[in-house]
């Protein structure tokens, strides 16, 4: 199996942290975002590991990383970032993971062992994690339900705890079968439609269009650094010992 660190993005929200490079190399506990998410890939099996590049592309260069570039870094979102290396989803199945977020070898073991052709990492403990980085855990979190272990919502706003009943983590599977699903879907979609779509939306357009989506329960550590607060949160828990990252 094969890994894709999506690193197109600048990650405006960290302000002068990613001023000179890309969100991934934002340091936690001392080290890159980057490494320690290829730490847990790797310690999960995985030694064939391909990033999305766009901002500040250069800098991921020299990493032992097959490379992929979406020029269009600045005006896409995070599945045309995807579809840039079409190639490979199309030929084996790949563990997808976004470049802002830490987790364990675990996580990905678990999303690896799972049959289905689609499939996502979710924490079911979210409240924990969102109580330490919102005042107000609904003001950022969305929708995720599921029957059994199938994911049948995902990514609406909500009011309503009994909406949420964990939160994905920015981290999933798709196997050929499951990318060719996705690469039906995003045909039927208007061009400017499909340059904009964040994964949660192409996750829920997959369930409607009554796809599999299955969930895998993965309680922590992870964290998702989406802002400058969310990285000394993490840089404090670690700290105070409270916290410690995977891998």
Not at 9 to 18: D, I, K, P, Q
Not at 104 to 113: E, R, T
Not at 142 to 150: A, P
Not at 222 to 238: H, M, N, P, Q
Request: charged share 20%; net charge negative.
């Amino acid at each position: 199996m094969r890994a894709l660190i999506l690193a197109a993005g600048r990650g405006s929200r960290m302000g002068a942290l990613t001023t000179d490079a890309p969100k991934c190399l934002v340091p936690l506990a001392g080290r890159p975002l980057l490494d320690w998410q290829m730490r847990a890939l790797r310690g999960a099996g995985i030694d064939r590991i391909g990033v999305v590049r766009g901002y500040q592309a250069h800098l991921l260069a020299g990493r032992g990383l097959v490379a992929f570039d979406n020029p269009r870094w600045a005006e896409t979102n995070m599945v045309a970032s995807v579809a840039c290396a079409s190639a490979w989803l199309r030929e084996e199945p790949v563990i997808i993971s976004y470049a802002d977020i830490f987790y364990s070898a675990g996580a990905v073991a678990a999303l690896m062992a799972t049959p289905g052709d689609i499939a996502l990492a979710y924490d079911p403990d979210w409240q924990t994690l969102w109580s330490a980085r919102f005042a107000d855990p609904l003001s950022d979190a969305e929708s995720f339900q599921l029957d059994g272990d199938r994911v049948v919502d995902i990514g609406r706003r909500t009011t309503s705890l009994d909406e949420i009943r964990g939160q994905y983590m920015g981290l999933l599977k798709l196997t050929p079968a499951g990318w060719a699903a996705a690469e039906t879907y995003l045909a039927s979609l208007a061009p400017e439609r499909r340059a904009r779509l964040d994964m949660t939306s192409l996750l829920s357009g997959l369930i409607r269009a009554g796809h599999r989506v299955e969930g895998v329960s993965v309680p922590g550590p992870w964290g998702e650094v989406d802002s400058a607060g969310d990285l000394a949160l993490y840089e404090r828990l670690i700290d105070e010992g409270r916290l410690q990252i995977p891998c």
